[in-house]
């Protein structure tokens, strides 16, 4: 079985698997085992994300869902951001991480009250991987 390498990256990035390695494939080491394992941290992490998802309330779910159509795109490129990073930021793991929803969510409850005018003019959001590699590092 042919695996595409850039497939398996792509679904690296998009899942945020950690503590992944690439490997040269070679007899003993076959890319089916090593797909296997992708795709077994790739449903470890829809699980995970599908157990907090299970535990909103009706009012709580719809702000979910909001959250994850509002800052779908990136604001700078306009690209589609991953799901588990949205993921990542709605279900956060430390003080620190709730705050910075709690403050997009203010923004996004704020901007609704706002002339639509002003929506071509002023962006805010999250931005995708690869503008925030370029921004940040």
Known sequence: MKIDFEDMIRLVE?????????????????????????????????????????KLSPKEGKLYQKFMNYFSRCPMCAKMNHQSNLNQIYFPTNPNQKKFRESLLNLMKQSENHDKVFVNRIRFGIPCCSCHKKVFY
């Open 14 to 54: 998009e899942y945020q698997i950690e503590g992944y390695f690439i490997l040269s494939v070679r007899k003993r080491i076959r890319s089916s085992e090593i797909f296997n394992d992708i795709s077994q941290k790739i449903l470890e992490n829809i699980g995970s994300i599908k157990k907090h998802r299970d």
